[in-house]
Nanobody, 124 residues
Framework: QVQLVESGGGLVQAGGSLRLSCAAS????????MAWFRQAPGKEREFVATVSQRGASTYYADSVKGRFTISRDNAKNTLYLQMISLKPEDTAVYYC?????????????????WGQGTQVTVSS
């Protein structure tokens, strides 16, 4: 089992920045590919970004490419999402997720463990 707890969400004006964190506990963090997803009201949960086990490889949804940066610190068992140039359409609950094995997976069903989510609200 892997337990995931997100933090860092909040209310920010358009153009602002936030950094989300996801603290992991349980099994060896570095064995898991990690990802961020988000879910806006009335919409399905969507892929945002993913990072490989050692952090060497990343991939982003087109909607956040160039504005969001995913990273991880395996010594601290923590995943991050740095978000800049935020837009109102980035408003959503953001979830971190873990999957055993390789990365390059973008569907919710590909992930084994989920956090409870953290709310990000971007005002115009």
């Amino acid at each position: 089992q892997v337990q995931l707890v997100e933090s860092g969400g909040g209310l920010v004006q358009a153009g602002g920045s936030l950094r989300l964190s996801c603290a992991a506990s349980g099994r060896t963090f570095s064995n898991y590919a990690m990802a961020w997803f988000r879910q806006a009201p009335g919409k399905e949960r969507e892929f945002v970004a993913t990072v490989s086990q050692r952090g060497a490889s990343t991939y982003y949804a087109d909607s956040v490419k160039g504005r969001f940066t995913i990273s991880r610190d395996n010594a601290k068992n923590t995943l991050y999402l740095q978000m800049i140039s935020l837009k109102p359409e980035d408003t959503a609950v953001y979830y971190c997720a873990a999957r055993a094995g390789s990365f390059w997976y973008f569907k919710t069903e590909d992930y084994d463990y989920w956090g409870q989510g953290t709310q990000v609200t971007v005002s115009s």
